[in-house]
């Protein structure tokens, strides 16, 4: 465990160059357990200078007060923030020759007229092994000089999923303005004892689309859990930081596809994520098929599963196939215990089906126009012997004699037979 301690030199004037000190740790019960050797000179570390000033365009600071008579050079560190945000790094350096007198150092040029800002700073000896002192109290104050506030993009326009392990993939639906731009977006993890970023350049999904652009970042050594608190920035070259938002990975989980399943018989079997996520349990998966050269089934097959220690994941085909088939099955997963949304879509595995409901005989479409033809003859045939068996004799003597037409006269019958057609 480490014990801090102080020491004050009391009738003692200070410390010089080449002194040599011997430092001894002794206990109660063991005497003395530890000698070293000691150069005051070789391990400097300063007190946090006071409060910086901020002037306009430049900050303003003591690097030690009550002045110190035997340094003169300093390395100071100026490290900025807006309110709410977390410090910039890396800090701006300066050194500075002070013979009791103030060092400065210039604010950056990308600082937003109107918004407000905290300064710290932080020193150290320039010409003896010294560490970095603590910061110094900060100064607030709200920027009178820099560039105009741009107009703020919405959240609405930028979407941010992770896969709950290392890795978050944005796409932003950025303004006209910014489409020639070139803009990086960058996620920040505040910590009292670690400072977590990743950052990449926002690039167009599609040169038909260059408003929509999108960049994945990663984050090294790091796994995402549940009850972390991030900042997502997008700055760009012209227009400075456009947009800031607070993100929760367990929010935003978009897991990455799963690998291809596995068909066997009458069962599919997945794993929901490979390499296996420790920190997800619970899963819900949905299976798609289709027919080979057909569209995909909808809706798909849907599935909860508990998978740990990454064990696999298994449903069962539907009753339908047809035995001799290719067939095709996808599966997509979602993170069941927090807001997650449906991964992509696996690879697909094809396969004959072997099993299930056999492939039904289906008729030519020549036989198929013979028999209806055959069926239509038969029924007139039928029809017509019925109107031969229900008609009389006499029926049957009118309508002959409707279709023969009336009789041609007989000749020896004509009242013109007595007729004389002499002329005179």
């Known amino acids: 465990e480490n014990l801090p301690s102080h020491f004050l030199f009391l009738n003692f004037s200070q410390f010089v160059e080449n002194q040599k000190w011997f430092i001894n740790i002794s206990c109660s019960t063991k005497g003395q357990v530890l000698s070293v050797t000691y150069i005051p000179s070789c391990h400097i570390k300063l007190n ?8 306009l365009t430049t900050v303003v600071w003591f690097p030690q007060y009550p002045r110190h008579l035997r340094l003169k050079e300093y390395c100071g560190q100026l490290q900025l923030r807006q309110q709410d945000q977390p410090w910039r790094d890396p800090p701006l350096s300066k050194e500075c020759k002070s013979k009791g007198l103030s060092c400065q150092i210039r604010l ?3 600082l937003i007229k109107g918004d407000k800002y905290e300064a710290r700073i932080r020193v150290q000896a320039t010409r003896h092994k010294s560490t970095w002192s603590d910061w110094s109290p900060s100064e607030s104050w709200v920027a009178t000089v820099g560039r105009e506030k741009p107009t703020v993009a919405q959240p609405s326009d930028l979407s941010c999923y992770n896969d709950f392990n290392n890795t978050i993939n944005c796409v932003w639906n950025s303004t006209h303005e910014h489409q020639d731009d070139v803009c990086t977006i960058e996620a920040v993890r505040p910590h009292e004892d ?9 690039h167009p999904v599609d040169l038909s689309r260059p408003k929509q652009k999108n960049c994945t970042m990663f984050f090294k050594k790091y796994q995402f859990v549940e009850t972390q608190k991030w900042f997502i920035n997008i700055s760009c070259s012209t227009k400075g930081q456009v947009l800031s938002v607070t993100y929760i990975p367990s929010c935003h989980i978009k897991l990455n596809p799963p690998p291809k399943p596995e068909v066997n018989l009458t069962t599919v079997v997945w794993f929901p994520q490979y390499p296996h996520n420790r920190r997800l349990e619970e899963y819900c998966g949905q299976l798609q098929l289709r027919q080979q050269d057909q569209p995909w089934r909808d809706p798909p097959l849907s599935k909860e599963c508990k998978s740990k220690k990454g064990v696999s994941c298994q449903m069962r085909l539907p009753d339908d196939l047809i035995k001799g088939d290719k067939y095709e099955a996808r599966i997509r997963v979602q993170a069941t215990k927090h807001k997650s949304t449906w991964s992509d879509w696996s690879p697909s595995e094809s396969w004959v089906a072997t099993v299930e409901r056999e492939k039904p005989t289906v008729a030519q479409p020549s036989e198929g126009v013979g028999a209806t033809l055959g069926t239509v003859l038969s029924l007139l045939v039928f029809f017509l012997i019925i109107i031969l068996i229900k008609m009389d004799r006499t029926t049957w003597i009118y309508i002959v ?14 009242f013109l037979q007595d007729v004389d057609f002499k002329v005179s």
Not at 401 to 414: A, D, E, I, N, Y
Request: net charge positive; charged share 25%.
């Open 194 to 202: 670690n400072y977590y970023n990743s950052s990449c350049q926002l």
């Open 48 to 55: 946090p200078p006071p409060k910086p000033e901020v002037n």
């Open 401 to 414: 004699k409707r279709l023969r037409g009336p009789p041609l006269p007989h000749p020896g019958k004509s």
């Open 108 to 110: 950056p040029d990308d």
